[in-house]
């Protein structure tokens, strides 16, 4: 039973620290280290990598340290502390961030201040605690005071302070664990694309209302860079104007095109219903055929009057004329002819009745 407990106390001991290890709230950012002494109090044996990549021991977690100088904190910084965090199941991540002394005299002057740094990694999500002036080399004193089971960098040798590797004595110790490093990206990279376009952001900075004063430029340049700043912006309007007037003119077409194309449906529609009804065979001849067939038959064949139609009846009221007066001698005028035959014919009697009198 008293063996059983200890194994649990020692399994809780474990799961504790595994979660202040890796599980940390990420409210607040991370603590600074102590400079008198380390805070872990559990008992701290020498370590190997394969102990520790197998997660022993269990009453506390690996203290891995990672140191730089952070300047101008980026994306290949936080990939290199994410492996470091990542190396064990269960380890406490301390960084080391040099001075600005320390970095001015042994590579070279910063852009952000040691105060800026130190903050950049307190609030990087992998880090446990920041180291505050952490030495340029690591001496065994500084590793077993603050109770450093291994040191966490790239592979490359780093010369400087007059050594062709200031991590030599770590790796010959076996306490080095190599990361990789992020191509494309490191502070020299950006210093780089800022000094190589320097007019830019000189330009850019006065633009945001930064003063020549503070941008270190003189009376001249600040004249000029203005000045490629007006033109810059009178470019910027007569581009968004010819972005108008083209978006303004396709959309012209367009409607152009499609009024085109609708007028030549509806003219097309209208020249099939004039063909439909005034062409070779349109309906308009067919009716015109049909009506002057019916005409020239009706020209051609008048109607007769029925045979079997009864005779004219005199109206009851109407009185019967009076005898016609008698017949005089022929020689009285004959009434003139109805029709062009009977006048012929009364002429002829005419002539005959003179030859007889004569």
């Known amino acids: 039973m008293v063996r059983q407990r ?11 620290c595994c979660r202040r290890g890796t599980q940390k ?3 607040k950012p991370a603590i600074f ?22 997660g022993t021991p269990v009453d506390r977690p690996v203290r891995v340290y990672a140191d730089g100088i952070f300047d101008l904190f980026h994306s290949g910084h936080a990939r290199a502390l994410m492996q470091a965090k990542n190396l064990f199941p269960n380890t406490y991540l301390i960084v080391g961030v040099c001075s600005d002394e320390l970095t001015h005299k042994f590579k070279g002057f910063t852009v952000m201040t040691e ?4 903050e950049a990694l307190r609030h990087c999500r992998y880090v446990d605690e920041v180291l505050r002036d952490a030495p340029w080399t690591l001496t065994p004193e500084f590793l077993e005071k603050h109770k450093i ?17 200031v991590y030599k004595h770590i790796k010959e110790a076996g306490m080095f664990v190599p990361t990789q490093r992020t191509e494309g990206i490191s502070t020299s990279d950006l210093i780089t694309r800022i000094v190589r376009d320097y007019d830019v952001y000189a330009r850019r900075n006065l633009q945001r209302g930064y003063t020549a004063k503070e941008l270190n430029v003189s009376y001249i340049n600040e004249k000029k860079y203005r000045l490629q700043n007006q033109v810059d912006r009178m470019k910027e309007k007569v581009r968004t104007v010819e972005e108008k007037s083209k978006h303004f003119v396709y959309r012209v077409e367009e409607k152009s095109h499609d009024l085109i194309q609708k007028w030549e449906e509806k003219s097309r529609e209208f020249i099939g219903n004039f063909l439909e009804l005034f062409g070779p065979d349109g309906t308009w001849k067919q009716v015109f055929q049909e009506r002057s067939g019916r005409m020239l038959s009706y020209a051609l064949s008048p109607r007769e009057s029925p045979c079997n139609s009864p005779p004219r009846e005199l109206s009851p009221l109407r009185s019967p004329s009076p005898p016609s007066p008698p017949a005089r001698w022929h020689s009285a005028r004959p009434s003139p002819p109805n029709s062009p035959k009977g006048a012929s014919a009364s002429i002829s009697s005419m002539s005959e009745g003179d030859e007889d009198e004569k």
């Open 115 to 118: 105060i800026e740094r130190y």
């Open 25 to 27: 709230t990420l409210t």
């Open 6 to 16: 200890r194994i649990r106390a020692h399994s809780c001991s474990a799961s504790v």
């Open 33 to 54: 280290a102590r400079e008198s002494s380390c805070d872990c109090r559990a008992p701290h044996e020498k370590l190997t990598i394969a102990q520790a990549r197998r």
């Open 149 to 165: 089971d291994f040191v966490a960098h790239d592979d490359i040798p780093y010369s400087s302070a007059g050594s062709e590797d």
